[in-house]
């Protein structure tokens, strides 16, 4: 019922956090290039490329990356890039039915699928810092003598 649920729902944008690793990936798959590096050495702007343009847009609007990170190697900064296919979610590892009451509840691990995303979009989204899985609980009720999914938290 919970993957019925997800596959009936419209596929949604999710956000895609790019850190230093994930810059030199996109460097690599030709969706950036550099455009100026300022003096300090780790200041940069970046363009996306017409087939970066194609597969993903910027969190922040534009086609500019202005990569600004504390320091040389500061291992925080990130920006946020979208993909422009949508993604479904999937539902894995179900537990136990649990009675609450009138109820069910099912815990069970929540994906985003990255079917239909380009290989080097998908492993930019596996890089540290995107969350791919998430623990949800799945509440059903009996409706007219059959179960039925009443919520996903």
Known sequence: MIQAKYDQTPGTPFEITVNDRGMQQGVHANY???AKRYPNGYWADFTLTPEGKKVLKLATGGDVIKWRPD????PHFTIVVVPLV?????ARNPGDLQDLG?????MYTEDVNLNGMPDALA???H?????????RMATFTLVNGAWSLKSIN
Do not use: F, H, M, Y
């Open 32 to 34: 950036w290039v550099g």
């Open 71 to 74: 320091s040389p190697s500061d």
């Open 86 to 90: 949508s993604s479904q979610l999937k």
């Open 102 to 106: 009138d109820n069910k509840t099912l």
């Open 123 to 125: 492993n930019i989204a």
């Open 127 to 135: 890089n540290p810092g995107n969350e791919l899985s998430n623990r």
